[in-house]
């Protein structure tokens, strides 16, 4: 069987309806296994997103106020004692009672000076109202004026402390060159020393007894020298007293001053007096020591303390020299310390000169603070304002009182520490022991601490062991400013019902700041070189869809108290404030929102 050509051909070749099948079944597959990686590795990203990208809590800032709340730690203290004060400086013109006499409230006790109150309550007045005016400048001030301040005042403070350091180092030169100088005298003292000693113990007993011998005639002559200076400083006082006398005897018209000069001129007389009798008296002491070595010498006795005295001063001049190298030695040292410390706070001052510089450019933030520290200038202006007010208030009432303090309450005169005559040199011119006991809550606390606390501030009071405050009302009734050793610090005074004294407890004092458009969390504040910010998350739409997005936005601090603080920036109260997150984030990071 013969077989064409074209018969071979049409077996040997697929039909086209074949082929293109199996090319579409082929694209179909590639398609299909594209998406498949494309669904795969999308969701790949997504969980890698969920793993990398930083999960954070937002909230919205609000407007409200920052609750301050302090608490200081006191004692109830009984006060029997009831204090009667007065300015310094005023004369006591009378004392119209004794310590231990009964007086009834309202009862006269001291009157002062008229004319040296009308003087403090002018003195008084006038710092009344250059304070206002203080406290007028500084509402008026305009805060951008301290940014351009800030690199002079910078450069100030290490010219400064420049002069300083010279000042100082002078100073201690000064002291060693003094030290020094010291030194030569005491190794002088101490030659001179042993070679008295020396002497001494080569002398013989008929030339001690001769120098003893002079030594009595010298203390002797030394006696009636200071004996006869005596009568005649006495006479001379007697003199003044008694020319006093006779301008009082035919003085007219107000004799106040003349009295004056008498009670000055009698306390002279009692001052010379005192004086000179001990002036006497130590010449007498040196003339029966004397006497006394003299009559030892005379029977033969070779005076132990004598040799003991010489030798001591031996001692004593060795010891004064080796004290006086000690000294040299400290200030050596202390001059070293004095320039190292220099150094350094020249160096960290002028590292402030560049840091100003920097912050001068940062005039939104810096005028913020210096509006915030005005403000709280002028709060402590107030407060010292109120004070002043007080105190003028208590002389006015005084002067309308015809210049005399009463008695506040029934009770006993305690101590009076003042005389007729004399001006006031304390604030506590008596205490009375008052019939009624008071029982006072007293907390001592820094001045820096309640910069915004007043007198009848609400306070409450928890003792130890209690869980409430103790029952009445509670307000502030003194705030005592402490001096000496304890300057810079306050006592706040409560008055309460009842107690016992020396129980311990705790005052707090809870005061809120004006209202701020925004409070947040301080948790949501950050600082760096450019100063404070916060963190906002912000919707963006990006290549991967929409997402969230950190933004930061630069914030002034007006107040805060440890949890909260208000704020003001260029943001709205819509704005999502980042407040926590689980990996550090900054600006332009991607981040995932948590459900609150």
């Known amino acids: 069987m013969q077989i064409s050509v074209k018969e071979i051909l049409k077996k040997k070749l697929p039909e086209k309806k074949d082929e293109t099948s199996k090319r579409q079944q082929v694209a179909l597959k590639a398609l299909v296994g594209f998406l498949v990686i494309m669904i795969a590795l999308t969701a790949l990203s997504r969980f890698a997103d969920s793993i990398i990208i930083p999960k954070v809590t937002v909230t919205n800032a609000k407007s409200g106020r920052v609750k301050h709340t302090s608490e200081f730690a006191g004692t109830i203290v009984t006060k029997e004692d009831v204090e009667i004060e007065a300015k310094e400086g005023l004369t006591i013109e009378e004392i119209f009672v004794e310590e231990g006499q009964q007086v009834n409230q309202g009862e006269q006790l001291i009157k002062l000076d008229v004319e040296e109150l009308e003087s403090q309550i002018k003195s008084i007045e006038v710092d009344l109202a250059k304070m206002k005016i203080q406290k007028q400048q500084l509402a008026l001030k305009d805060p ?49 020393a042993e070679a008295n000693f020396e002497s001494f113990m080569a002398s013989n007993l008929e030339k001690q007894i001769a120098e003893t011998k002079e030594e009595v005639e010298a203390a002797k002559k030394n006696v009636e020298k200071q004996q006869y200076e005596q009568q005649k400083a006495l006479r001379r006082a007697e003199q003044a007293i ?94 070293e310390q004095s320039i190292v410390r220099y150094d350094r706070n020249i160096a960290d001052a002028e590292q402030k000169v560049i840091e100003a510089q920097e912050e001068s450019a940062k005039n939104s933030e810096q005028q913020s603070k210096e509006e915030l520290n005005n403000s709280l200038d002028q709060q402590s202006l107030e407060v010292d304002i109120r004070a002043k007010e007080d105190e003028l208030t208590k002389l006015k009432e005084i002067k309308e009182s015809n210049s005399i303090l009463v008695a506040p309450v029934s009770g006993t005169v305690n101590i009076i520490n003042v005389k007729k005559g004399e001006k006031t040199s304390s604030d506590i011119l008596m205490t009375l022991l008052s019939d009624a006991t008071q029982y006072i809550f007293e907390a001592e606390v820094k001045n820096e601490d309640i910069k915004t606390v007043k007198v009848e501030d609400q306070v409450e009071i928890i003792l130890d062991g209690e869980s409430d405050a103790i029952e009445g009302e509670t307000v502030i009734n003194r705030i005592i400013h402490l001096r000496g050793e304890k300057l810079g610090s306050s006592k706040i005074m409560v008055n309460i019902k009842e107690g016992i004294a020396g129980t311990n407890g705790r005052m707090v004092i809870e005061k809120e700041s004006e209202r701020y458009d925004y409070i947040v969390p301080e948790s949501a504040i950050y600082e760096d070189g450019q100063g404070k910010y916060v963190l906002v998350a912000k919707s963006q739409v990006t290549t991967l869809g929409e997402q969230m997005v950190v933004e930061r936005v630069g914030v002034t601090v007006l107040d805060k108290n440890g949890e909260v603080a208000g704020i003001q920036g260029t943001f709205s109260g819509k704005d999502q404030i980042i407040t926590k997150t689980n990996k550090p984030i900054k600006a332009g990071d991607r981040v995932r929102l948590l459900e609150q």
């Open 144 to 192: 951008t004026s301290g940014n351009s301040d800030l690199v002079a005042e910078a450069k100030a403070e290490v010219e400064r402390l420049k002069e300083d350091k010279a000042f100082e180092i002078q100073q201690i030169d000064e002291k060693m060159k003094r030290m020094e100088d010291e030194i030569v005298e005491a190794k002088k003292a101490l030659e001179e």
């Open 242 to 335: 008694e020319e006093v006398r006779k301008q009082l005897w035919v003085a007219e018209g107000d004799t106040t001053m003349l009295w004056e000069q008498l009670k000055r001129a009698q306390m002279e007389y009692e001052i010379t007096k005192e004086d000179w009798k001990r002036n006497v008296q130590e010449a007498e002491e040196e003339l029966a020591k004397a006497e006394e070595k003299l009559k030892k010498l005379e029977n033969g006795e070779v005076d132990q303390s004598i040799l003991d005295a010489e030798q001591s001063k031996i001692s004593v001049a060795k010891e004064t020299v080796k004290s006086k190298q000690k000294e040299l030695e400290d200030a050596r040292y202390n001059k």
